[in-house]
T-cell receptor, first 116, second 113 residues
């Protein structure tokens, strides 16, 4: 079982360029999340989606947008990248009530983005 | 506001010894879950253990146990019989109903041979 697939695994991007990080899950989880991981700060929530067709802002949403057209896909877009967006990005999903909820987050393997 | 605190940026432990990683949390919600994740140098996030706020007994999963002290709002992870493969970053996290997950800054554990 693939679980959550993220692409690309690594990317170098010039400042001012746009970029979409892809995230696909095959577990039919309702909730999906995007986090960024920075040293000493742990994981911070960028955007989330509790179900297909809905999205919400997390702790650090500025400069990022998401869409949730279907259950499986949750892409994260940087419209105009800046160096402070250099980070490791994790996509995650979670079972919710009605799917045998455990509350556990399932993570993708991460996407390392460097903005120069 | 919900918050997770991990006061140990780095920890060392001798192989085969036990180690406790500290985690304190802050929430006003009566119902919540506490989680520990392991992140080895390869980067993936691995779920280790879960404790519900109403659980009467401390959670255990193999060599991992969670020392849950509700009144103190602490959820320390205890790893028994440390192995070299336990060297990693460890994150404590919390989730309340209707809220998103909150993660601590992490503790880097190094197991010495």
């Amino acid at each position: 079982t693939a679980g959550i697939t993220q692409a690309p695994t690594s990317q170098i991007l010039a400042a001012g360029r746009s970029m979409t990080l892809r995230c696909t899950q095959d577990m039919r989880h309702n909730a999906m999340y995007w986090y960024r991981q920075d040293l000493g700060l742990g994981l911070r929530l960028i955007h989330y989606s509790n179900t297909a067709g809905t999205t919400g802002k997390g702790e650090v949403p500025d400069g990022y947008s998401v869409s949730r057209a279907n259950t499986d896909d949750f892409p994260l877009t940087l419209a105009s990248a800046v160096p402070s967006q250099t980070s490791v990005y994790f996509c995650a999903s979670m079972k919710v009530a009605g799917q045998g909820a455990t509350g556990e987050l399932f993570f993708g393997e991460g996407s390392r983005l460097t903005v120069l | 506001a919900q918050k997770i605190t991990q006061t140990q940026p780095g920890m060392f432990v001798q192989e085969k010894e036990a180690v406790t990683l500290d985690c304190t949390y802050d929430t006003s919600d009566p119902s919540y879950g506490l989680f520990w994740y392991k992140q080895p140098s390869s980067g993936e996030m691995i779920f280790l253990i879960y404790q519900g706020s109403y659980d009467q007994q401390n959670a255990t999963e193999g060599r991992y146990s969670l020392n849950f002290q509700k009144a103190r709002k602490s959820a320390n992870l205890v790893i028994s019989a440390s192995q070299l493969g336990d060297s990693a970053m460890y994150f404590c996290a919390m989730k309340s109903y209707g809220q998103n997950f909150v993660f601590g800054p992490g503790t880097r554990l190094s197991v010495l041979p």
